[in-house]
């Protein structure tokens, strides 16, 4: 997988070839079925159309350590299934975070040869140090930001296991 995790920067860029369909990645990325199977503890939950809600629920240990219930929200931006996903996004668990505002994501699925399909996932963090340090992994007992999740996706579709499971 191919990372920029520079926070001095105002875009970070992540890229990963998955062996599955755009629209089993797609599903992936959206469907709370699965989005509670990778990443961190909780799912995701989306409106598939422009101005429709987004929002990450915290599972019940992130609510046990203190995380609130709705720990990241947005709105979708654009929707066209099964290759691109525009949304903002901004984390809901810390004041300063919240203070950041909205940043930008875009989700792009690419259909390759042999049934590998590269997702790129372009995060834009003008304004958002501190959030663009999250998402880069770089705040310490704090996960591995887009690294992990799309590495932890990776696995789980062409595996059908997470990477603890």
């Known amino acids: 997988m191919s990372t920029m995790t520079k926070t001095d920067v105002t875009t970070q860029l992540h890229q990963v070839w998955i062996k599955a369909t755009p ?3 797609w599903d992936a990325i959206t469907q709370p079925e699965w989005t509670e199977k990778y990443g961190y503890p909780g799912h995701s939950e989306y409106e598939l159309h422009a101005g429709g809600a987004y929002k990450a629920i915290a599972g019940q240990e992130m ?3 203190g995380a609130p219930q709705i720990i990241v929200d947005g709105e979708v931006v654009e929707a066209d299934p099964p290759r691109r996903l525009v949304q903002t996004w901004r984390f809901l668990w810390d004041p300063e975070l919240v ?3 909205f940043t930008r994501v875009t989700w792009e699925i690419d259909e390759g040869e042999g049934g590998i399909c590269k997702l790129t996932v372009m995060h834009e963090l003008e304004g958002a140090p501190k ?4 998402v880069a992994g770089e705040i310490p007992g704090a996960g591995g930001g887009w690294s992990y999740i799309l590495s932890d996706l990776k696995t789980l579709l062409e595996t059908g296991k997470a990477l603890d499971g």
Request: proline share 0%; charged share 10%.
């Open 23 to 25: 629209q089993a990645i």
């Open 63 to 65: 609510v046990a350590m």
């Open 99 to 101: 203070a950041e505002g």
């Open 131 to 134: 959030t663009a340090a999250q």
